[in-house]
């Protein structure tokens, strides 16, 4: 939360739960962002998003939004959003953070005639609990008059892309944040492909659905392998496709969740399952 | 626009129900608080546009208008489906 605050901005959390059971989960939390109560959807309804799919007596879950956030600037103006088709991975702390400060490209100094690409790759975070999703990220250093490829590419050719292993059982990846690409027509059949040039940020949001926890005497921990692609061409020609492998091992830490249980001692009782009562009660006898 | 719901999954056992990406959870895809869309969904408004009005009762009881509230600094606003369950 610091981190929000240092980026200077307001964080609000909105959901259909009634002002006491947010009060409960703030004090719970020890929150410091705003929490606003929206019980009869109508925020939720005005911005679009009320899960329409849900029947209007399916009680309590009618009310419930297409879960997202939206990130602007200093003048309220919308500069991204994050939603995914599966409601119980939500985005990381970090991925909001790099939304609010826009991507920093250093630019280092080119030197060197026969430099080639270079890549790190990171994991951005310390741990990966259950739902919440975290970046792969790999930092390219592209020398001037080489370009990688965006897809898509034609047969042969290898885009720059971050995949993890398919058996990487219980880790998911989601959509992708690339930088935007340049146009670049080929002479020869004016094919128009999608480069990246320079210092190139491609960002992997990943996430673990808690099937691949391994257990030892240290802890839970969950593996993420895989590897970044590439291939880098200059005007003539294409140098042969490359990878560079990774493999991060995180702790698999407890997920922060409303708690309906009498709480377990790290976390004092949120009263969820009085308010899930109230919140059933008060939604079956409305009008 | 037609969405319809995600209903893969499978049962595991009793209350434990594995949706598509493996999540799993006491109720089934594509009931209750697991009704996930397919494919596209309404995610509102668009990057770009100014974000809309938001008037609610925060959790100690006062009234707060975002845009007011915020003071010319740019805001994070999560929707989330609920912090009870």
Known sequence: MENFEAAGAKVYVLSYDEAEAMADYRAAHNANFTMLSDPNSDVIRSFGILNTLIAEDDHPWYGIPYPGVYITDADGVIIEKFFENNFTVRPGPEQLLAALKGEEVLLKERTGVDAKVTVEVEFEGDTLPVGLSRQIVARFSVPEGIHIYDEPVPEGLVAASIEVDELSEGILSYTPVTPPTRSMTLSGDGHTLEVYEGDVVLRLPVAQNGRAIEKDDDGRWVSISGRVQWQACDSEACALPEEKRFNFRVPAAFAVLGDMGPGEGRVPAMNGAAHFKEMMTRRQTQG | ?85
């Open chain 2, 1 to 85: 626009m037609q969405i319809e719901r995600d209903t893969r999954g499978a049962e595991l056992g009793p209350n434990q129900y594995e949706d598509a990406e493996g999540y799993i959870a006491p109720l089934p895809a594509g009931s209750g608080p697991r009704t996930n869309p397919l494919g596209e969904f309404p995610t509102g408004p668009a990057v770009g546009e100014l974000l809309p009005d938001v008037v609610a009762s925060a959790s100690d009881g006062r009234t707060v208008d975002i845009h007011q509230d915020r003071n010319g600094q740019p805001v994070v606003l999560v929707f989330t489906r609920s912090v009870v369950w």
